[in-house]
């Protein structure tokens, strides 16, 4: 016990416990008014749309995000156990858990669910990596919509919900997880070699896609394909004729066809300038089974947001049901905004109800006076041995918007942090 105390008292001295582990931080002031602010601004486009809160436990089974699942790797989940030995973790990701919950509760249910959510998901990334490994998110699930006008609908929200946190130039990247599923099923690789060329793709190291294409014995057309993956960004018709010349594949086929329905239907939301159609495109979770996009702005290398279809997943847990969901990064976001300058100044504000303590009961009776009227009011004894001026730096570093100071029963000395001017006001 004694050496025990000994080290407590070494690592406060030391100040190691005023620190956060790697992968995560303290957000407070006004970063953390931003964020709320932010979070809150998302979720009123996606309650505007039809979408209803749901809440799910931050830590679950294992097995619900297990690689079946199509969910991170399992070295990249914070484990722990419960004390029946059950494998704990802490979520890496939203949407099992949601879709989790939509087997149980709504089995029965066969039209439209529409399901929103804030929460914090944890992947360990390993701190050497510079990510965050707790992130928050604003996200959106629809089930029960197999339709391109849905996909079309969580897409628009998405820049919809991007437009509303005052970020203007962006884009939104559209691809289909079916395109790359369908030429590698065609081309025969194995699932080595399939893993390997996602790996090339993803990093855009196009190059190692050709060499790694050159081994193997995939007709050359589809090769053609694979190393045009890059280029086939622009024109939509041109290069979906391009892909079909080269492959009568049923499921790259369909998803050209689904491509350019969506395509179709988002020029009627007025979005097309933030749309790019990119049949290089692929996902993360191997659960996404058709279109898939991602949103990006300068200034912010990883995604805004995230998203896609995944009409499989809902069924391994009881309930065969088409699904597709959307996420906001708020990290990221806030990142991008604030590197573009595109939060508005502002400041924490507030009144500071400073009375001495033979004041007490009149100072308790304004300040629920003015909390009805909906003002914030901290509370705050003046103490004998503090002169006014005090108060006036400390509101100004609480970024307060004013002093009322009590020093009567019938009147107030009011200090406006700003502007620096005091008046009186009778009460």
Not at 23 to 28: E, M
Not at 86 to 113: F, G, H, W
Request: charged fraction near 30%.
């Amino acid at each position: 016990m004694k050496q025990e105390m000994s080290y407590f008292q070494n690592s406060t001295e030391g100040q190691e416990l005023l620190h956060t582990p790697g992968g995560v931080r303290d957000t407070y002031g006004i970063e953390c008014a931003r964020k709320l602010r932010l979070e809150k601004d998302v979720h009123s486009v996606m309650k505007s749309y039809g979408f209803r809160d749901i809440e799910t436990p931050t830590f679950e089974y294992f097995e619900i995000f297990s690689k079946e699942r199509g969910t991170v790797r399992s070295k990249e989940m914070f484990k722990f156990f419960d004390r029946g030995n059950n494998t704990l973790v802490l979520r890496p990701d939203v949407t099992p858990s949601i879709a989790r919950c939509v087997a149980k509760y709504q089995k029965e249910e066969e039209m439209q669910i529409r399901l929103c959510y804030t929460g914090n998901t944890f992947v360990n990334t390993g701190k050497y990596k510079g990510k965050l490994q707790e992130v928050t998110q604003v996200g959106a699930e629809l089930y029960n919509d197999a339709t391109s006008d849905a996909d079309a609908e969580m897409i628009a929200m998405t820049v919809e919900c991007l437009l509303k946190s005052g970020l203007k130039e962006f884009q939104l990247e559209i691809g289909h997880a079916d395109i790359f599923r369908g030429l590698t099923e065609e081309a025969g690789f194995q699932e080595y070699e399939t893993e390997e060329l996602r790996r090339l793709i993803v990093s855009k190291n196009f190059f190692g896609v050709e060499e790694l294409l050159n081994n193997t014995a995939a007709p050359d057309s589809l090769k053609e394909i694979f190393v045009k993956l890059p280029e086939l960004l622009d024109n939509l018709e041109a290069c979906t004729a391009f892909v079909k010349e080269r492959t009568g594949n049923v499921k790259v086929l369909n998803a050209l066809d689904r491509l350019v329905k969506v395509d179709e239907i988002l020029k009627i939301y007025g979005f097309s300038d933030y749309i790019t159609i990119d049949f290089s495109m692929l996902s993360q979770y191997s659960y996404y089974t058709g279109v898939i996009f991602r949103a990006y702005t300068y200034g912010s290398g990883e995604a805004l947001a995230t998203g896609g279809r995944y009409d499989g997943l809902v069924g391994q847990f009881g309930k065969d049901a088409a699904a597709i969901g959307l996420a906001i990064v708020v990290d990221q976001l806030m990142l991008a905004l604030s590197r573009q300058n595109l939060f508005e100044e502002c400041t924490l504000g507030g009144t500071i109800l400073l009375y001495p303590q033979d004041l007490r009961r009149r100072a308790v009776e304004l300040a629920g006076e003015y909390r009805k009227q909906g003002q914030s009011v901290q509370m705050l004894r003046k103490s004998s041995r503090k002169p006014f001026g005090e108060y006036k730096e400390y509101a100004k570093r609480m970024q307060a918007d004013t002093i009322f100071y009590l020093e009567k029963e019938d009147e107030l000395l009011i200090f406006d942090t700003a502007s620096g001017k005091e008046q009186r006001k009778p009460l």
